[in-house]
Nanobody, 120 residues
Framework: QVQLVESGGGLVQAGGSLRLSCAGSGRTFSTYGMAWFRQAPGNEREFVAAISWSGGSTYYADSVKGRFTISRDNAKQTIYLQMNSLKPEDTAVYYC?????????????WGQGTQVTVSS
């Protein structure tokens, strides 16, 4: 089935920007709802942003609204997370996830994660 591979993480100073990418495989990628989650050391995994299969609807956690933008390019089978005005509290491993619509509110496929570190 589908495989997801994140890239674009790294070290950035507070106030800076990063753009994460998640490349997916499979012919049905364009039908999946997609999302980004993150997990900091000692914390539970938390929702960051989601985008519908067509890209027509997006959703954001309150903590990132106005700073992060999720987008997708189905022709390239890739989703993105543009992260601006980064804060130290954004430091986490960021995971890409896909919803194939088989079960409501469940993400069925996950990437391995990419580290984002924001220094002050």
């Amino acid at each position: 089935q589908v495989q997801l591979v994140e890239s674009g993480g790294g070290l950035v100073q507070a106030g800076g920007s990063l753009r994460l990418s998640c490349a997916g495989s499979g012919r049905t990628f364009s039908t999946y709802g997609m999302a980004w989650f993150r997990q900091a050391p000692g914390n539970e995994r938390e929702f960051v942003a989601a985008i519908s299969w067509s890209g027509g609807s997006t959703y954001y956690a309150d903590s990132v609204k106005g700073r992060f933008t999720i987008s997708r390019d189905n022709a390239k089978q890739t989703i993105y997370l543009q992260m601006n005005s980064l804060k130290p509290e954004d430091t986490a491993v960021y995971y890409c996830a896909a919803d194939d619509h088989t079960t409501p509110l469940r993400y069925d496929y996950w990437g391995q994660g990419t580290q984002v570190t924001v220094s002050s």
